[in-house]
């Protein structure tokens, strides 16, 4: 074939991967374990560029609708953002490519594995190795190595006889057709949990918080379940005002021995000094404060300017009834929520615990955007995990293919691991 007419193909080729991937489908996630080949095929380095970058712009163009929500006065920073994560993921697979293909037995796995680990990771979107647990159900690590090195064999192997690609190819059918006749189904969520979705849209308005904290204890009271799960930041600020509205029904759950999953955000308050205290007394007006109190009126009291917003703030997901715990979550989204050198960030919390013990149960827990990648899921599968567990909050997303792919995302790396696994979602 003409290589420019192939250039062209494989680019055609890699764009049609991309839109496949963007549907959330599992479909998509399969066939998209072939991007490396559309990439690293190409006949020069800046038609594997093109491709790599037809790939992610494809794949990734739902994550402007996303990042609208967070950037709603400037509709042109999303649009920057997605072609920036598209080029910087593109990078790795144009170093990657050579005109001497048996060096691809080891240049596409190691390309795959800087999308995958940070820095790149945290960015790391619609990789190839997603949908590994739909294509090789319970194989594990194995199967997540085929998957990785499948490509660059079967790139090296293009000088050689048909009969040799095609055992290639062959074996590696055999493999997947042996996985799915061993593990057809999803594997059972331990006896007594249960995951609860919520429909509370962003919770943060005004009163829509307090619905949510008397469905969660009225959940709680009318359920036997030992675990209940609910979403992300379904309880947006847990503070000691909330474990004192909270402590009837806390009192329950630890009389019937019940433990409550709750995704909360925690403000991450510094130390502060005597300085900074007085400080924010200085910003109160004592004498209008005095005058209120005199005429009994309904004066609006002037506070201080300091706001909780100013602070860090973890998103977490907290255990409450019969146990207490925390888990952070790790890789918040970058710039929506995690904004290096600004105060009002959520903290990127690499070396942070990936598995949290929950009744006799090793947890794998991924908040929300960790759904999407693949450093989170890997680094907590390195901890052994029994169970996987997932929370969301999708209502900034819920027109977009974003909560279809998480959901999708997370059930491919259950079947890959042969893992039960849970998923609260708050829409």
């Known amino acids: 074939m003409n290589k420019r007419y192939k250039d062209q193909l494989l680019l055609c080729s890699s764009i049609a ?8 489908c599992p479909l998509g996630m399969v066939v998209a374990a072939g991007m490396p080949i559309a990439c690293l095929a190409a006949g020069t380095r800046k038609a594997a560029l093109r491709s790599a970058l037809g790939y992610y712009t494809a794949a990734l163009w739902p994550m402007i609708r996303g990042l609208e929500a967070y950037w709603k006065s400037n509709p042109l920073i999303p649009l920057l953002l997605w072609i920036f994560t598209a080029l910087l993921l593109s990078l790795p697979w144009t170093v990657a490519w050579t005109s001497h293909r048996v ?27 997603t ?25 090296s192997t293009q000088s050689l ?27 059972e969520p331990p006896r007594g949990w249960t995951a609860i979705n919520t429909h509370f849209g962003d919770v943060s308005q005004p009163f829509r918080d307090f619905a949510a904290a008397q469905f969660i204890q009225q959940k709680a009271d009318e359920s036997s379940a030992h675990v209940l799960i609910f979403p992300e930041a379904v309880v947006p ?8 509205f909270w ?13 409550l999953a709750i995704g909360a955000g925690l403000q991450a308050k510094p130390v502060r000094n005597d300085r900074e205290r007085l400080n924010d007394l200085r910003t109160y007006d004592f004498d209008e404060a005095i005058e209120v109190l005199k005429s009994g009126s309904t004066l609006t009291i002037h506070r201080p300017t300091r706001s909780p917003l100013s602070e860090p703030v973890d998103n977490t997901m907290l255990l409450v009834g019969a146990k207490s715990a925390m888990f952070y979550q790790r890789v918040p989204v970058p710039v929506g929520m995690w904004r290096p050198f600004s ?11 990936g598995v949290l013990m929950i009744e006799h149960q090793r947890a794998a827990v991924l908040i929300c955007y960790e759904q999407m990648l693949t450093f989170p899921v890997l680094a907590s599968m390195l901890q052994h995990p029994t169970v996987i567990v997932g929370i969301s909050n999708t209502f900034w997303v819920d027109h977009t293919a974003v909560p279809r792919f998480q959901a999708n995302a997370l059930r491919a790396w259950a079947k890959l691991f042969r893992l039960p696994y849970l998923l609260a979602v708050n829409s």
């Open 17 to 24: 991967l991309g839109l496949g991937v963007s549907t959330g």
């Open 237 to 244: 600020s847990w503070s000691e005002a909330t474990e004192v």
């Open 247 to 259: 402590h009837q029904s806390l009192d329950r759950c630890r009389t019937r021995g019940q433990i």
């Open 343 to 353: 105060k009002v960030s959520v903290p990127v919390r690499l070396n942070a615990p």
């Open 103 to 129: 060096h691809y037995l080891w240049r596409a796995p190691l390309a795959l594995v800087a999308t995958i680990v940070p820095p790149l990771g945290i960015v790391g979107l619609a990789s190839p190795l």
């Open 131 to 155: 949908g590994a647990g739909y294509l090789l159900p319970g194989a594990g690590w194995t199967g997540l190595a085929i998957v990785a090195l499948l490509p660059g064999i079967l790139l």
């Open 161 to 187: 006889s048909l009969r040799a690609r095609a055992v290639a190819i062959g074996l590696a059918a055999g493999l997947c057709i042996s996985s799915h006749v061993r593990y057809s189904g999803d594997a």
